[in-house]
Each structure stands twice: as C-alpha cells, then as structure tokens.
C-alpha cells in the first residue's frame, strides 16, 4: 500500500528526449507475516509496476470465485481471527499453530501480554517444549503488532531445528543468517547490504555472531546514536544455552543458589522451589556432559543450597538427604563416583546437626545412609561404596566422641552386618591418613578418609562398640535358630 509519493526536485534534463521527472514512493505492507515493513522504491525504474486503485479487485484465476458456503465459512472465521492489543486475556497464537499445547506452555506467552516490554526467561526442564513455548510469544507478539521483527541466537547445531519448527508448528518463515546468506544478499542488493536490517525474522548461531565482522553489521542495527534506539517492534530470542558451555551454566547455576538463598531466608516458598527446580536441570545437563570438574561444581552449589533449606526446618531433612543420594547414584553411574561420596558427606553432616538439636529424624537420616552403603557393598564400584562407607564411619566416630547414643546405637547396628574385612579395611585408612594437605591434588576419594585428630582418637572406641554389636547379633540369631 501506498503512505506517500515524493516527487523528485530535479529539473528535466533538457538533452535527453525522454526525460520525465522521478518519484520516490514510500509502500508499506499489509500482508499478515509482514505486516507494517515499509519500503521505498524509485517508481518509473521498478519493473512491472502497477497501480491498483482501492475501488477496483484483482480478477479471479483458476476456479474463479468461491462458492457461497465457502465464503460465509470465511467470514464467520474473521471475526476468530480478530485481536485486539487492549484485550490481553484473549490469546491467538495457540489458535494459529499446528501443535498440540500443555496447559503451563501458556504461562509464557500470558506473561508477555502483561509486561510492558517483554524479558523473560524459560528455563524448564528438557523436552517440555521450551521452543514451543518460545514461538507462542513470538507469534502472538507479531499479531499484536508489538513487535515486527524476531532474531533467534542459538547453538549452530540447533539453527536448523528452530527454521524448521517455527515454519511448520507456527507459519513463521526465518532465514538462517551465515556467510553464505551474507554473500548472497551482497551479490543481489550490493556490497553495503546488512541482513540484519533486510529480514524480518532471522536466526543465527551464538559461534558465528560473536565473530568481528558479523558483530559489527549487528551492531549497526543497535547503535546507541541510532534514531530507531532502542529499536521498537523487535523480539531478541536466546534459545537453549548449550550445556557444554560450562562456564556460562556455572555462573547461571551460581547465581540460582544464590537466589535459593535469598529466598529461603525471606520465606519465599515459591522463589525457593524454582531455585531447586533450576537446579535439578542443571545437575541432570552435568549428568548428560559426564564432565567431572562441571559436575563438581555445579554438585556443590546444589548442596549448599540443600543445606541451608533444612535449617530451623526438620521436616525438609529427610527429602533433602532422599535428593542428595538420588543425585550421587546418578553420579556415580554416570561413572563419577565422587558424586555419591560428597553427596554422603553432606547427608552425615545433616544427620549429625539433627542429632545435636534433638530431632528423631536424624535416626531416620542415619537409616537412610546406611542402606546406600548395604546397597554399594555388592556393586562393582568399590570408590563410591569405600567414600560412603568412610563418610558413614566418620559420622559414627563423631557420635562416640559427643556421645549421641541414639544415634550411635543405630549406626553400630548398621555398620557391624557389614562384612568384617571391608569396615576395618576403611577404618585402618582413616588411621593411616595423619595429613590431608596433598591429598586433594592426588586423589579426590582418598581426601575424604581424613578426620581430625580428635576423632581418630576414638577409633579404638568404635572398634569395640561394633565388636559388641556383633556378639548381640549373633546372641540373637543363635537364640532364633536354638530349638525350642
């Protein structure tokens, strides 16, 4: 359509026989996917122009015009097709794209109607349709007229995934931006052609964007002198963080136990289960990437953030130490077996701290790790049943020495059905390890057999406790067995 005709201030040239003066005629489109796009044309050198008066229609082709029926299908379908930007309640992206949507898929593009400029982070777990929920907004922004133009910056392995997915799930035609659609626009429209400011929906991966030159064009489109700045109608699509950029989760991860944090001591139970339900995605990325350092790590701020959520809070202490095994088991069979022993660790400080304030579910927590360590006695990874086994003996040696009997008395029972050889082979290892200093660089597993000296002192003790744990099972089971 039409907005405005200028006609060119130049006098004819008098040499030439077929002089006659130019005009620069300004269209914008009122086609659905382009919308409002404006484009300026020189109309006498435009090849095939023609003018359609708004009183006249194109003549019909083919079948000719439609049937009746067919035509009151269509105008009973215009007024559902209607939207208006005042009515944010009334959603049409899910009635304009071919997929079948989950109720929470919703909460996104609800979200985005409410904000007056749209910043949101999807972040749910893997496989719950985080592209999907993404092209919602982006579909229903573009009907509201909110926005013009979509660019998606993902991984290079995902860029084709996200063409396909916005073309067949949502009708969005996006062009892949690479050296190839660069040279391409070059040769047609000139060496000066940026495609950022050509298409409407683009993608481009996070590896080619970041390189000079490409960041330069982008960066003509952004500039801060620009009259267009901050530019209106446009919506900036990060999709799916890879998981092998470990320092980008890292930070990320950091900074959700953080917030975890912040939550749990303002009593934000909502904040709080986000914060672990970010985490829990994390872990499992970790678990995908079997990268032990990444995996320490990321292992780390999920403990502290366990920790702190059991505190002043008894009834959290058996899902917290529940989680933290299910976790070190997925580590361990990951072939990450230090997963597991800190995992145990942090369960044999939680159980002990409850032992201290009086709480009887700390004999349940000690239970709990016991059954991990009868679990990993028969496996054929003797790293993590060896750390659990010794993050168990640890607990058992700070029981004697603060004389939790209750506590004591289960673990003893625990301990001594455990076979004879593998309980005083560990307890000969925290007896041996003095020092601890060099321990950590060499053997990440061997660092946790040391205990303070204090502690080693009641080895002894232990021994014999777990020597008298024994005769009263045997006692018992001789009774069970004797006749009569």
């Not at 749209?118 to 229903?140: F, P, S």
């Amino acid at each position: 359509m039409v907005s405005e005709v200028r006609r060119s201030t130049l006098e004819p040239d008098p040499v030439a026989d077929d002089s006659y003066p130019q005009h620069l005629v300004d269209l914008t489109s009122v086609e659905d996917d382009g919308l409002g796009e404006q484009l300026t044309v020189i109309w006498e050198i435009e090849l095939d122009a023609r003018v359609l008066l708004h009183e006249t229609f194109p003549t019909p082709v083919g079948k000719g015009f439609d049937p009746p029926d067919r035509l009151a299908a269509f105008l009973d379908a215009v007024p559902w097709g209607a939207i208006t930007s005042a009515d944010s309640r009334a959603l049409q992206a899910p009635f304009r794209s071919g997929i079948i949507i989950e109720d929470y898929q919703l909460d996104p593009v609800v979200r985005a109607l409410s904000m007056p400029r749209v910043n949101l982070l999807v972040a749910d777990d893997v496989g719950l349709g985080k592209t999907i929920e993404a092209g919602l907004v982006a579909l229903e922004m573009i009907l509201r007229h909110r926005a013009r133009s979509v660019i998606v910056v993902c991984p290079a392995s995902l860029c084709i995934k996200w063409q396909q997915e916005m073309a067949s799930k949502f009708g969005l035609e996006f062009r892949i931006v690479d050296a190839e659609l660069v040279r391409n626009l070059r040769r047609d429209r000139g060496l000066a052609a940026n495609p950022w400011q050509h298409y409407p929906r683009l993608i481009v991966s996070i590896d080619w964007l970041k390189r000079p030159r490409p960041m330069s064009l982008f960066r003509e489109v952004l500039h801060p002198d620009s009259r267009t700045y901050p530019r209106s109608g446009s919506l900036d699509v990060m999709g799916e963080t890879p998981v092998f950029r470990k320092d980008i989760v890292q930070s990320i991860a950091h900074g959700t136990s953080e917030l975890g944090l912040v939550a749990i001591h303002a009593r934000d139970n909502e904040l709080e289960q986000l914060a672990f339900r970010f985490l829990n995605s994390y872990l499992r990325s970790a678990l995908n990437q079997r990268a032990p350092y990444f995996s320490y790590s990321l292992m780390n701020e999920y403990r502290r953030l366990a920790g702190e959520a059991t505190r002043g809070r008894p009834e959290q202490l058996l899902p917290a130490i529940d989680h933290l095994l299910h976790y070190g088991r997925l580590f361990a069979n990951a072939g990450m077996s230090f997963g597991l022993v800190i995992a145990a660790e942090d369960v044999a400080d939680l159980t002990f701290e409850a032992a201290r304030d009086g709480l009887e579910c700390s004999l349940k927590a000690a239970a709990r790790l016991l059954t991990t360590v009868h679990e990993l006695v028969t496996t054929v990874d003797p790293a993590a049943a060896r750390g659990v086994l010794v993050a168990t003996l640890k607990l058992a040696l700070r029981a004697v020495a603060e004389r939790r009997e209750a506590l004591l008395e289960v673990l003893c029972v625990g301990i001594a059905r455990l076979p004879d050889a593998v309980v005083t082979e560990a307890l000969d290892a925290i007896n041996r390890l003095e020092e601890a200093l060099f321990w950590e660089v060499t053997d990440r597993v061997l660092s946790f057999d040391w205990v303070e000296p204090e502690l080693r002192e009641r080895i002894p003790n232990l021994v014999d406790l777990l020597r008298d744990a024994r005769s009263r099972m045997r006692a018992e089971m001789e009774s069970i067995s004797r006749p009569g």
